[in-house]
């Protein structure tokens, strides 16, 4: 049959253009997973009930017939939705946004056109034996390679192209010379990119470049808890619990009185500052009631007069200061004495 002219002029056109075939990966390699599990369904539920045939001997054939089908039917999958049904022609179909959704529901169909005659006459396709199979197999295709993933992601990404009617996924630009091509392909937001963080070997579409450097447990980052250090995301929550030094910690002297929480660095600041009130506590436990709290508190100034304060502020938990306490009794003692000798003059 003979072209009309303008038929010609846009073959002509399109014969110029040189497309930019750029895609969203993690959508191509989100319907390539859905590959195989479809696969398995439409082997599992064609041979149910045959004692000649088994998953696994008609899986080869299958394939090629649903790439087949899903080519073919990607290609007119938007339009069968637009176009009204003739029984109600006002009505027009929601079109599912998410491609991955649209690719599984023509998977779905082809499985149901492949189905065995006791397949569907019974309760096979709601029965939980019926996934266990499809699972089984998807298994044993798994352990033979019998469909590797970028094989499948080869197949997806043209599927991909055809169902993204909004051009969410795929680059649609056209350019009149390939040098214009080659310029775009620098800049081109679904460009295939990599993450620069050391130790990651994430890929991705540039588009999504912002987005992952969000979320990279190897992105170093400045500390959470505002320390000097910077943490690899995945290490951060680890660095924060355990060996971070502003991360809170409770007092020393937390079960006998002091219930301070403060940064680990600012541990001996603390035990500086609040000497008189960890000794008082101290005291409290270790004469229990054999002292009046007026006679402990005066004890406490004795020792500060005997400049041992800044000493025993160097204890950092409850018994090394009490020890410390004890070790010193002889010289609060000795001034215990001179000041009842000046009372006394």
Excluded at 227 to 243: A, F, K, L, W
Aim: hydrophobic letters at 35%; one cysteine or more; aromatic letters at 6%.
């Amino acid at each position: 049959m003979e072209l009309q002219a303008s038929e010609i002029a846009a073959v002509k056109d399109e014969d110029a253009s040189f497309h930019c075939q750029n895609s969203d990966g993690e959508i191509v390699h989100k319907i390539a997973q859905l590959l195989l599990p479809g696969l398995a369904a439409a082997c599992v539920d064609n041979t149910t009930g045959d004692p000649f045939k088994t998953p696994a001997s008609v899986a080869v054939g299958l394939r090629k017939e649903m790439v087949d089908y899903l080519n073919a039917r990607s290609e007119t999958f938007v339009a069968e939705f637009v176009v009204p049904d003739d029984s109600e022609p006002d009505s027009i179909q929601e079109i599912p946004e998410d491609p991955a959704e649209i690719v599984s529901i023509i998977m779905d169909d082809f499985a149901a056109s492949k189905r065995s005659l006791l397949g569907r006459l019974s309760s096979w396709l709601l029965s939980e034996s019926r996934e266990d199979k499809i699972d089984d197999f998807v298994q044993e295709m798994e352990a033979k390679g019998l469909w590797m993933i970028d094989r499948r992601e080869a197949i997806s990404e043209p599927l991909l192209r055809n169902v993204d009617f909004k051009n969410a996924y795929t680059c649609s630009m056209k350019f009149p010379t390939e040098e214009e091509l080659d310029e775009h392909k620098q800049r081109c937001g679904f460009r295939p990119a990599s993450c620069t963080n050391d130790g990651c070997k994430t890929k991705f579409c540039a588009i999504h470049s912002e987005k992952h450097d969000e979320v990279c447990p190897f992105k170093v980052l400045p500390c959470e808890q505002k320390c000097e250090q910077r943490i690899v995301r995945r290490e951060m929550d680890r660095h924060c619990i355990t060996v971070c030094p502003m991360r809170l910690v409770n007092c020393p002297f937390y079960q006998i009185g002091c219930h301070s929480t403060f940064p680990l660095r600012t541990l001996e600041n603390h035990c500086s500052e609040f000497i008189h009130s960890h000794l008082l506590y101290v005291l409290q436990v270790v004469h229990k009631d054999e002292a009046s709290i007026d006679e402990l508190k005066e004890r406490v100034q004795l020792m500060e007069k005997a400049e041992l304060l800044e000493e025993l502020s160097q204890a950092r938990d409850v018994r090394s200061l009490a020890l410390a306490v004890k070790e010193h009794a002889a010289r609060i003692r000795t001034l215990e004495e001179k000041i009842d000798k000046v009372s006394l003059t």
